[in-house]
């Protein structure tokens, strides 16, 4: 499915080094010393890298004038965000909304069964939260005197929940917290099944194929979003009915995969190595790809030029 990338490694990463500013190639180095690296954090990145590249210019100005300063106007430089503030404790209601709990080998979801926390309080899951932050962004036309939310908080959420829930072990079963309690071995080490998919996939990809380069793995998405996945693109980026956005979609499609191919294969106390990795990394690039096309679509839906009329009918 995915071509491999050697050759675009070459070629892209003498692309990378010529016009990345020192800084960021800095940052993206020291993602990669033990210790600094979080979890999840390359394949967040690697979501909203994609994103950015496919905004419109009024997507792109108002995304950078919601950024705080620090984020140097780079949306993917705080797509981990939600993961880092998730254990304080005035954020800590928003853990349940990184994931959703599906039933147990059923390997289907449905957002009324679905989607509670633990306590079962309605429409905290990830596609709640898609709903409710998206919902919070289509109001930023209206003068900051109006507005009821925290709009730089509603972007970070937006963009990390859209990533998240393109994971397919985000959307997966009750009964093993979406492969977190299913432990197996990653080649020699000692991790879980949720761990696999978050990070240790992407990481050996890096390894392997991406020469320990995260903008590699990034260029090489890009190049195929234009080349051997350019006919799928508006049907990854369209929702039924005109809607802004379709989570419900999103992960029907991830307790899918997560059936076919994350579960799959890997039951508890396997070892998991080069059969594996190799059948499931397709799985993982292309739904970081989509994760990307669909964040920017989203944000290209909801940031167009300000229609007055349309934001007081809604309010
Ligand atoms: C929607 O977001 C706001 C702001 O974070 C939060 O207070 C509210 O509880 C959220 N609603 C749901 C259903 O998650
Ligand atoms: C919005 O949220 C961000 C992140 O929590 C915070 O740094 C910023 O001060 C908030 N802005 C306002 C106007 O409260
Ligand atoms: C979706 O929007 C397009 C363009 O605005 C319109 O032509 C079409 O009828 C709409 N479809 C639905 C199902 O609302
Ligand atoms: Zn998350």
Known sequence: MLRLPLKEMQASS????????????????????????????????????????????????????????????????????????????????????????????????????????FAGRKDRCAAGAIYNYSTQLSYYGLPASEQKYNLTEALLFLSHFIGDIHQPLHVGFTGDAGGNTITVRWYRRKTNLHHVWDNMIIESALKKFYNLNLAVLVETLRTNILEDWSADIPSWEVCESNQTVCPNLHASESIRLACKFAYRNATPGSTLGDEYFLTRLPIVEKRLAQGGVRLAAVLNRIFVPVQPSRLRSDS
């Open 14 to 117: 003498g692309m990378f080094k010529s016009n990345a500013p020192l800084i960021r190639r800095l940052l993206i180095l020291l993602q990669f010393l033990p210790g600094v690296l979080s979890w999840g954090k390359e394949g967040h990145y690697a979501t909203c890298k994609i994103a950015e590249g496919l905004l419109t210019q009024e997507a792109i100005t108002t995304v950078k004038m919601l950024l705080p300063d620090y984020a140097n106007g780079d949306l993917a430089s705080l797509c981990s965000w939600a993961d880092e503030i998730r254990h304080n404790p005035r954020w800590r209601w928003t853990g349940p909304l990184h994931y959703i709990d599906t039933p147990d080998f059923k390997c289907n979801y449905d957002y009324c069964r679905d989607c509670h926390d």
